[in-house]
């Protein structure tokens, strides 16, 4: 079972591009983020012409996360818990079944810039949350993926110049934090178990040749539950794509489970 995480900067400016990509890679499941559609406006058929069923959680003009699936999706669920009042469409959960079940979470991370500020608060207040849930899926004890976009340079390895992000909410020591808080719930961060070394990154922003420099950070994770992490054959990122005509500023991450 392939399955990717694709902050993919907006459907409709980026159609044709996450089109070609998904022909090529050919994942069993897409955890797209930034959508920045409402539902009803989500080109569905399009990607149900490909053989993939479509869940979404919308929102107009930005956020927004979805989940492209070749195979059948389980007891959807959207949204975070813990807040009624959050109405920033950031999470999304679903099971997906292959030859085991596998419990998936697609998540945009809030980015909670500036530092400090009422953002910041907020990007701290749901992690604190995604915590709580991530605590309550590990116990299920089944396989369970939670994927995306989470807005965190989780080490200095993950940033090609770190001394730039210092104050930057993506690497401030309290959110590094918090996203160890939930790694050491007992999670396996796929890509460093198979590519423990620096230089690997998953966005490089539009400004001042990021990417001809190849000025990166990587914010896009995979963390695996212990009985996700025993599935795990291969882990990578699909960076060539971002030197494609009309790209997102982020590019997929994908593992395979033998499920």
């Given amino acids: 079972m392939k399955i990717a995480t694709f902050n993919i900067n907006g459907i409709k400016a980026r159609l044709e591009a996450l089109v070609a990509w998904l022909s090529e890679a050919r994942p069993d499941v897409a955890l797209l983020q930034e959508i920045k559609s409402v539902d009803q406006g989500f080109p569905r058929e399009i990607f149900e012409d490909l053989g993939y069923h479509v869940e979404t959680h919308g929102q107009k003009s930005f956020n927004g996360v979805a989940i492209l699936s070749r195979l059948p999706l389980e007891d959807v669920t959207r949204g975070l818990p813990g807040d009624a009042t959050d109405e920033q469409a950031r999470w999304i959960e679903a099971t997906v ?10 998540l945009y991370l809030p980015n909670g810039n500036p530092a400090p500020g009422p953002k910041y608060d907020y990007k701290l ?7 709580t849930r991530a605590r309550a899926l590990l116990a299920t004890e089944e396989p369970v993926v939670l994927a995306g976009d989470y807005n965190i340079i989780a080490q200095d390895e993950d940033a090609a110049r770190p001394e730039v992000w210092r104050d930057d ?3 401030l020591p309290a959110s590094r934090e918090a996203y160890r808080r939930i790694v050491n719930l007992g999670f396996t961060e796929a890509f460093r178990t198979r590519h423990p070394g620096p230089g690997h990154y998953s966005f490089w922003d539009y400004q001042a040749g990021a990417w001809e420099k190849n000025n990166g950070i990587r914010i896009d994770h995979l963390l695996l539950s212990p009985q996700a992490a025993d599935l795990l054959t291969d882990c990578g990122i699909d960076k060539e794509i971002r030197a494609r005509e009309k790209p997102s500023d982020h590019v997929p991450v994908w593992i ?4």
């Fill in 256 to 259: 395979e489970l033998d499920a």
């Fill in 97 to 106: 079944i292959g030859t085991r079940a596998v419990r998936l979470a697609g």
């Fill in 169 to 171: 909410a993506l690497a």
């Fill in 125 to 131: 207040a749901w992690m604190a949350r995604m915590q």
